[in-house]
């Protein structure tokens, strides 16, 4: 068998491969397999699909030839809302071998690892192309206005220079004021990087500076500017080409939410069922990992549901219509949102807000956070993409950050230490993470260096890796994420330090930084390969990877290394493609590389026969 992963057979969700990515029961779609003629020639390829959990087979014909790869063609007919399938392969010397989602495996393999065909409603048309800026409200930009808001009592006013308080009591409460018009005021800033979809956290009121322990979900929180704040600001976005989409948390509110201020202690209210309640009087129940100011839903309530989730009169589609008219929700917590004990409510709750965004505005964008293995939530049939850190994150810090610093956790805590992987673990680790998502999940999941809940990434880097871990964000499928401060090269130990009052006055002693990310950004944006194209693996060693996404307009080549070394990529890289990002030497297709470094190529397109009508 041959070692290099560019002599390896590949097949992927994107249009190169499938001709429909968006089936209806009863569809059937063509299927095709690219396998390199290094890999040897092949006396039979097949399909093995799983409909009702029953083996069927399909046998593919060869479509193209190439002087390097041979294309082979199979249709499927869909049966099942996620229909799975798999390539067997059986070469001239009699060796069989399956293709997976997973990679190659000569011995059976498993259903949960099959490509998958979904024939649910699609994500809207413009995720693929999203470049995710995140925003912390309270520590984003300060407007004059907010001086004149009275603070609540639990506020602990900080001036914008302050360091920010990490741990202990007043971690929650030390309060910036940062508001939602101190973001209109930026928009500008987030133009000139070139992003196009705003995120915030959330803007609801509470008795905190993250806001995550609500008081309600019927209006914005009057420090932010209130209702008309966001508003205005969904309005100054669009105007200037960004999306804007907000955060709910579904699994739990804050204790002091006017539900849960209704039913506490009082069993006979209609709020009672909202919780799940441990004792008849109603004073103890099911929190957040035991933190009692945020207590837990209970998703079997229907009146819940109907004020929540259900509907166009519910909180979910409230605020994705006009006047505020946000494109989408991060769904807070989604993996524990319905689950407890031998209860699971997720699927049900997942789908029942997807309707409704269906219903209210179908052009919407939902995102679940997931913050370990996400692919069991995620066929495709509610969230678009997940916000998680398994398939991208913990892999890319474990490979470019300093062994034995801070982990990227997630939920605001640093797990463990950084190991030292290589390229090779870097590339397993994602694939073994992402092969269980549908190929459209992939496109719409989160890319993300660092986010509000783990530290920086730039901490802990190893020194020149920030152009590699952020231009591999920007190339590989998914929606890359720019969380704010991070262009300013701000550092932070963890997740609450990590919200860092932005440092606007240091603009100019950024400039580097922040060229370096608009410089990246343009280059996603600017390629349609990096916005849905497929991506097939060439290279892995200790201190590289290297990949290709292939459209039928165009292809983008990708090296991205952390120290000095040399990657020998063959045909793939003639002498005369362009380099589009970076700065290193080339010939013959052998790259030699100086130190870290990330690089970018553009290769003409795939041309294959049309796909059969």
């Excluded at 020639?41 to 060869?62: C, F, L």
């Excluded at 397993?428 to 260096?449: I, V």
């Excluded at 580097?512 to 608009?518: F, G, K, P, V, W």
Aim: hydrophobic share 40%; proline share 7%; net charge negative.
């Amino acid at each position: 068998m041959p070692r290099a992963l560019a002599d390896l057979p590949h097949h992927d969700g994107s249009p190169l491969y499938v001709s429909g990515e968006a089936p209806r029961l009863g569809d059937t779609v063509r299927v095709r397999v690219r396998v390199p003629r290094a890999f040897g020639g092949m006396r039979i390829v097949r399909t093995r699909s799983n409909p009702d959990r029953e083996p069927r087979y399909s046998d593919a014909v060869v479509v193209a030839e190439t002087p390097v790869a041979v294309w082979w063609e199979a249709q499927i007919l869909v049966e099942n809302p996620v229909h799975g399938y798999r390539f067997l392969l059986e070469r001239e010397d009699g060796t069989t071998w399956w293709l997976t989602s997973a990679g190659l495996s000569h011995t059976e393999t498993r259903d949960i690892d099959d490509f998958r065909l979904v024939s649910y409603d699609p994500p809207p048309e413009w995720g693929r192309e999203a470049v995710m800026y995140q925003v912390f409200p309270d520590r984003f930009a300060r407007s004059a206005a907010a001086a004149d808001r009275p603070l609540p009592a639990w506020a602990e006013p900080a001036q914008w220079s302050d360091p920010v308080i990490h741990v202990g009591p007043s971690t929650g409460t030390q309060f910036y004021g940062g508001d939602l018009q101190g973001v209109i005021e930026h928009l500008d800033h987030l133009v000139q990087l070139g992003v196009n979809l705003l995120y915030l956290t959330p803007v609801f009121p509470a008795e905190s500076n993250h806001r995550y322990n609500a008081l309600s979900f019927d209006h914005v929180d009057p420090l932010l500017g209130g209702d008309a704040a966001l508003a205005a600001l969904v309005v100054a976005a669009h105007e200037k080409g960004i999306r804007v989409i907000g955060d709910l948390t579904t699994n739990h509110s804050g204790d002091a939410h006017e539900w849960f201020r209704a039913s506490y202690g009082n069993p006979g209210s209609p709020e009672s069922a909202f919780y799940l309640w441990l004792d008849d009087g109603q004073t103890e129940y099911v929190s957040w990992l035991g933190f009692s100011s945020l207590p837990k839903f209970n998703w079997q309530a229907d009146e819940l549901r109907r004020r929540f989730i259900d509907g166009v009169d519910s909180v979910v589609a409230k605020w994705l219509q006009p006047p505020y008219s946000l494109d989408g929700w991060r769904v807070d917590v989604a993996n524990m949102t319905g689950r407890w004990r031998d209860e699971d409510l997720n699927e049900d709750v997942r789908r029942t807000i997807r309707a409704t965004m269906r219903e209210v505005n179908d052009g919407t964008l939902l995102i679940g956070e997931s913050t370990n293995d996400a692919a069991s939530d995620f066929p495709g049939d509610a969230w678009h993409g997940a916000m998680t850190y398994a398939n991208f994150t913990r892999p890319l810090w474990n490979w470019l950050s300093v062994p034995g610093s801070p982990a990227a956790g997630g939920l605001g805590m640093t797990l463990g230490r950084t190991s030292d992987y290589t390229g090779i673990d870097f590339h397993a680790a994602h694939r073994e993470f992402a092969a269980a998502f549908p190929w459209r999940t992939r496109l719409h999941t989160m890319n993300a260096l660092d986010t509000h809940d783990t530290p920086r990434f730039l901490t802990s880097a190893r020194a020149g890796t920030v152009p590699v871990a952020f231009g591999l964000a920007v190339t590989m499928p998914g929606i890359p994420v720019v969380w704010a401060g991070d262009e300013f090269g701000l550092t932070a130990s963890d997740g609450e330090e990590s919200r860092t009052p932005i440092p606007w006055d240091r603009l100019d002693e950024s400039a580097d930084t922040i060229a370096l990310y608009r410089r990246l950004i343009a280059l996603k944006r600017a390629h349609p390969a990096l916005n849905g194209g497929g991506i097939r693996w060439l290279h892995a060693s200790d201190d590289a990877v290297a990949f290709v996404r292939e459209s039928s307009e165009e292809c983008v080549l990708v090296v991205a290394a952390r120290a000095i070394t040399t990657v020998d990529l063959g045909h793939e890289l003639p002498d005369t493609a362009p380099l589009i990002e970076g700065d290193v030497e080339w010939k013959d297709g052998r790259v030699a590389i100086d130190g870290p470094r990330f690089a970018a190529w553009q290769l003409a397109g795939v041309a294959l026969p049309h796909w059969a009508s």
